[in-house]
């Protein structure tokens, strides 16, 4: 025979910080997923730009709209700062960790940048750019100072949060 002990008290408490630790790590990721969202908005302002200028320079040499969309479909952009590999593009060195930095901070602290460009972000987070190696959110000191590259400055945040369902399909 086997006699079972329960601790009301010790039962409650773990259930307490179960539920206080799950809120916690649910607020987080939405904070994480908000901050994502805003920096693949400047990527994709980035690329918007790439494509006009594109155009633009089409339209320059070859001056007929109606075969841009097919010259369109051939184009190989990308983001300069989104790229992941051992070294950054010229020009873009630091540039994803600042805006990593820059966003997170701002979200955290429940200022997130949407409609400013990324230039009054900078403004209104009022701290130096560092990067904190293996943290996402703030650190614990060190790092280093990372600068944003000048064209992306001028870039704009999306103007709000995405409206939830509206890629979800039936």
């Given at each position: 025979m086997k006699t079972v002990f329960l601790d009301e008290t010790?039962?409650?408490?773990a259930l307490a910080q179960a539920e206080a630790w799950d809120v916690a790590r649910r607020?987080?990721?939405g904070l994480q997923e908000q901050a994502r969202a805003l920096v693949a908005g400047i990527e994709d302002a980035w690329c918007d730009r790439a494509v006009a200028a594109a155009k633009v320079r089409?339209?320059?040499?070859?001056a007929d709209v109606s075969l841009w969309e097919d010259h369109h479909k051939t184009l190989r952009i990308q983001v300069p700062f989104a790229w992941r590999g051992p070294t950054e593009p010229k020009g873009y060195t630091g540039t994803r960790a600042a805006l990593e930095h820059l966003v997170h901070r701002l979200v955290e602290d429940g200022m997130p940048p949407y409609g400013l460009t990324v230039a009054e972000a900078v403004t209104t987070l009022d701290e130096q750019l560092v990067t904190h190696p293996g943290h996402e959110w703030r650190?614990?000191?060190?790092?280093?100072?990372?600068?944003i590259a000048p064209d992306v400055l001028e870039l704009r945040f999306p103007d709000g949060p995405p409206v939830a369902g509206l890629l979800e399909t039936d």
């Open positions: 010790v039962l409650g408490n607020a987080t990721s089409f339209l320059e040499d070859y650190g614990d000191g060190g790092g280093k100072v990372v600068t």
